[in-house]
């Protein structure tokens, strides 16, 4: 079992949906979660950064921590075609600050 | 504007060549980091450095070296006992290591000719 499963998707939803990617982890060590943005042939662009449970909102973008079920999840309201890219979840922990990543969701919003 | 340049953009290796690849930041952080990203797997560690003059390996060192002798720069030279070297490979930096997000370079394409 990998540390960090994220469904590859493809995923592909119209413009105006709401997206919602999610990410379940084994390692209950971790305490801090982001959620990462990859265009085609580019860096991934940090899009969301939390520390341990909760809500953080930023725009159209929401992501959540649920700890104790281990999942963490990012909504994206009124979806967009400038949102097409890959989405790539990542955590560490807080002693050794090992941080481990998704293998990406990719998401296509159609006009 | 403060970031992270990796050259070259593509990279070509022959049989039994080592290559470099560039990433410098002038973001002042201090912990930098390698990655390799292959199709539908996360980024993998492959060296990270959390000072200069010193370095770890990650998960997957083999075939791969690093050095950090300024703050600013981190080559990565993939040798000849990688045996599957090509991948896209994304360099980071961070103001710590773990707890601090890392901020991602626009990566090098490594190709076999």
């Known amino acids: 079992q990998k540390e960090v499963e994220q469904d590859p998707g493809p995923l592909s939803v119209p413009e105006g949906a709401i997206v919602s990617l999610n990410c379940t982890y084994s390692n209950s060590a971790f305490q801090y979660f982001m959620w990462y943005r990859q265009y085609s042939r580019k860096g991934p662009e940090l899009l969301m950064y939390t520390y341990s449970s909760g809500n953080k909102e930023d725009g159209r973008f929401t992501a959540q921590v649920d700890k104790s079920s281990k999942y963490i999840s990012l909504f994206i309201r009124d979806s967009q075609p400038s949102d097409s890219a890959t989405y790539l979840c990542?955590?560490?922990?807080?002693?050794?600050?090992?941080?481990?990543f998704g293998a990406g969701t990719r998401l296509t919003v159609k006009p | 504007d403060g970031g992270i340049t990796q050259s070259p953009k593509y990279l070509f290796r022959k049989e039994g060549q080592n290559v470099t690849l560039s990433c410098e930041q002038n973001?002042?952080?201090?912990?930098m980091y390698w990655y390799r990203q292959d199709p539908g797997q996360g980024l993998r560690l492959i060296y990270y450095?959390?000072?200069?003059?010193?370095?770890q390996k990650g998960d997957i060192a083999e075939g791969y070296s690093v050095s950090r002798e300024k703050k600013e720069s981190f080559p990565l030279t993939v040798t000849s006992a990688q045996k599957n070297p090509t991948a896209f490979y994304l360099c980071?930096?961070?103001?710590?290591?773990?707890?601090?997000?890392?901020?991602f370079g626009d990566g090098t394409r490594l190709s076999i000719l």
């Open positions: 990542a955590m560490s922990e807080e002693v050794s600050g090992d941080m481990r």
């Open positions: 980071a930096s961070s103001r710590g290591q773990g707890r601090q997000p890392q901020h």
């Open positions: 450095s959390q000072i200069v003059n010193d370095f």
């Open positions: 973001l002042n952080h201090d912990a």
